[in-house]
């Protein structure tokens, strides 16, 4: 008999929430008019567009013109990053960021640097996961035009001090952007202010929206420049017929999921108490994720003795679905950048787990976990 499946990986996505998903159909069949069209049926689409920025300015406590729709979290790293650089280009070349951001924000600096003239400081992080805010102060030199780091840490769950990071970025006259992918949904969102950055990222499908739409806030009066070129949409930042349906399923996922209080249950903390007191009694295990400044529903921890893959091959064979590190072209799991920026080996940063939690899981779920959770180590070690 099939094991029933138990979802522990809302780190890499979350289940569309089923009303979002009718107020989606139903207007992917009455709302198709175009928004740029002068005629009514256009208008009707341009309205429900014009009202989700409206709805997202509102909570977000900013002007709608500065909300702009992109195609999820890494078009809005890029946007912000590319465009932030090669506007601020004639003021210098130096940008610093940390080595535990997302790929999106990686990638992107190194082309950056290789094909653009940039220079990029990548600060390290201490034992714990944490970009220290002074390394940041001294990194900042009378070149640098961008700082770019991240919110909450996708793998390991760290939550940076980016509000005092973007404050010293304000004292010096530098952009602050902050990939706040894994924040929303997770930690409260009470004004867009809250992060003290110049371009803050968002991504709709890791809080219950769909997939293929995110959004950007760019702090006015700053126009980074486009990188996708065609039309004058979006405040003339982002080119390209909306994707209507997708935008009115991230400003309802926004609406319904990320004020606070983000979540009406707290047990989380409990359950990775118990994680981690069952994985303490075994040898060869690290826990990556800290006890406090930690998204509440991540727990990350590497195994000495055996792969990622071969860890998450068998959680799935009990029907448990958990992630390692990203998964390269040959189909293996590259050793995760964030485990080796900890100081760990590569046999370490090759065996990751990242067991992240959300609003589904129910508590007899945990307790399948904690209980075949030794026995899969020790046969994947085998
Ligand atoms: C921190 C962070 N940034 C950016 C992204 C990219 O989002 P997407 O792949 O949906 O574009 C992700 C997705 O995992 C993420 O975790």
């Known amino acids: 008999m099939r094991n029933e499946s138990i979802y522990f990986d809302y780190n890499a996505t979350t289940p569309l929430d089923s009303e979002i998903l009718s107020i989606m159909l139903q207007s992917l069949k009455d709302d198709y008019g175009n928004p740029s069209s002068i005629h009514h049926i256009g208008q009707k689409a341009r309205y429900i567009l014009d009202n989700s920025r409206d709805r997202i300015a509102r909570i977000w406590k900013c002007k709608p013109s500065e909300v702009i729709f992109t195609s999820g979290g890494t078009e809005s790293n890029n946007l912000a990053l590319f465009g932030a650089a090669r506007h ?24 950056l640097e290789k094909f653009e003239g940039f220079e990029v400081t990548w600060i390290p992080v201490n034992s ?106 979006e405040n003339e930042r982002r080119a390209g017929t909306e994707n209507l349906p997708g935008i009115l399923g991230l400003t309802e996922a926004v609406e319904r999921f990320t004020k606070a209080p983000v979540f009406d249950r707290i047990d989380w903390i409990d359950w990775r108490l118990e994680l981690r007191a069952v994985l303490s009694r075994m040898e060869g295990i690290s826990i990556r994720s800290p006890e406090s400044n930690c998204l509440k529903n991540t727990f990350a921890f590497t195994v000495r003795g055996t792969d990622g893959m071969t860890l998450i091959a068998n959680l799935d064979l009990q029907g448990i679905c958990v992630s390692s590190g990203s998964a390269c072209s040959a189909g293996s799991i590259e050793p995760s950048h964030v485990i080796k920026a900890l100081g760990a080996d590569k046999e370490e940063s090759s065996s990751l787990v990242r067991i992240s939690f959300g609003r589904d899981n129910k508590r007899e779920q945990l307790d399948k976990l904690v209980h075949i959770l030794p026995s899969v180590i020790e046969s994947s070690r085998l």
């Not at 601020?88 to 082309?111: D, T």
Request: charged share 20%; glycine share 10%; net charge negative.
């Open 88 to 111: 601020q280009k004639s003021r210098g070349n130096h940008i610093i960021s940390s080595e535990i951001e997302h790929h999106a924000v990686l990638h992107a600096l190194e082309y």
């Open 128 to 233: 714990k996961g944490f970009v220290e805010v002074e390394s940041v102060k001294a990194a900042i030199r009378p070149d640098t035009i961008l700082v770019s780091i991240m919110a909450a840490n996708n793998e390991i769950g760290t939550i940076q001090p980016v509000n005092r990071i973007g404050k010293i970025c304000q004292e010096n006259g530098i952009i602050f952007h902050t990939d706040a992918v894994q924040w929303f949904g997770k930690e409260p969102v009470d004004e867009i202010g809250q992060f003290n950055a110049d371009l803050v990222s968002v991504c709709g499908h890791k809080f219950h929206g769909p997939k293929g739409v995110g959004a950007l806030f760019i702090r006015s009066p700053l126009l980074p420049h486009p990188i996708h070129f065609g039309g004058a949409h």
